[in-house]
């Protein structure tokens, strides 16, 4: 199981960078997936559900102030900088700047909790705020979306609550209920759940970016743009996700689950989203953000293990009592 967890998780970004050329090039075979998308994304939050317990959202009660930071920060900090990035790099291109704010109005990955894990933050915290902002995202993404969006596509909320409640809430909800009722043997499966969900993520991106083939070479040419504007909103959400945890006087280790909640996207859900009620296009900012995501997120978690190494261990252990939700992303 080790192989495949190196071979699917450690290599994700490879792998989606893979699927993403291939089904570019060669996008007929994989042309079948596109009744499955909704399906698809359903499964991977189905798997993150069968990883949550019910004491994580409980955890609101016990540790509010840390948990309130990262979900305000979440819903409110990243929505912003997105409609920024839309006005300032698509004011003249509405389909992407609607894309652009879609995916800034998703909940976070899941990978947040292993970059969590992996930079000596506060674990317990992370999947705390990624299970909440999972289960209230079908009413806040619908919401966000439609109301910063307005101004350069029509944005159906009704329809995308919709959407959100059949494939986040109830596979969320479902996996919960079944770790409660069958804890061992969910408990048996949880080491390859990280694998089916980079699998299931890389069926996602074939099937996206097969079905936008078209639009996608129509449009080479603003792709670079997509790229920068991609990594901008990524390194200025995660700046100031540590920012907002400073200001509250946080300690480090719940700063560093809070940096990635915030700068963390659930792209593969915004990339569907976007596919879905607006078109081809509005996707493509989301699918850069899949990638770009994993590999800020991974050199930022390098630095900081580099600068946890260089600590006594009694200062490096921070917050990782808990073993992250899983290995899978966005």
Not at 175 to 199: E, N, T
Request: some cysteine.
């Amino acid at each position: 199981m080790k192989a495949l967890q190196f071979v699917f998780n450690r290599l994700m970004v490879l792998w989606l960078i893979a699927c993403s050329l291939v089904a570019f090039f060669v996008p007929k075979p994989f042309l079948f997936l596109k009744p499955s998308l909704l399906w698809l994304l359903a499964a991977v939050l189905f798997f993150m559900g069968l990883t949550l317990q019910w004491s994580d959202i409980g955890r609101i009660f016990r540790q509010p102030l840390a948990l309130i930071v990262g979900i305000v920060g979440k819903w409110i900090v990243v929505p912003l900088v997105a409609y920024l990035c839309a006005v300032i790099f698509f004011s003249h291109e509405p389909q992407l700047a609607a894309g652009v704010i879609m995916d800034g109005s998703t909940p976070s990955g899941v990978s947040a909790n292993l970059f969590t894990f992996l930079s000596g933050g506060t674990v317990a915290l992370s999947v705390s705020m990624s299970a909440i902002n999972t289960l209230i995202s079908p009413l806040l993404t619908p919401a966000s979306s439609a109301l910063l969006a307005h101004h350069f596509v029509s944005v159906d909320a009704k329809s995308m609550f919709i959407q959100m409640v059949q494939v986040v809430l109830v596979p969320v909800l479902l996996g919960l209920v079944l770790r409660s009722l069958f804890r061992k043997q969910v408990d048996a499966v949880q080491p390859v759940l990280p694998v089916l969900s980079a699998i299931t993520l890389d069926l996602i991106v074939l099937d996206l970016v097969s079905t936008g083939s078209l639009t996608i070479s129509q449009n080479a040419a603003v792709i670079p743009k997509i790229i920068m504007v991609t990594c901008i909103q990524i390194v200025v959400t995660l700046i100031l996700g540590w920012v907002i945890g400073a200001v509250c006087r946080l300690s480090n280790p719940d700063r560093k689950a809070i940096m990635f909640e915030v700068g963390i996207y659930n792209s593969g859900l915004g990339a569907a989203l976007a596919a879905k009620n607006i078109g081809a296009l509005a996707s493509l900012p989301a699918l850069a953000n899949t990638i770009f995501n994993l590999i800020i997120g991974a050199l930022v978690t390098a630095y900081f293990s580099y600068r946890n190494s260089k600590k006594p261990q009694a200062q490096a252990g921070g917050g990782q009592p808990v073993t992250p939700a899983s290995g899978a992303g966005d």
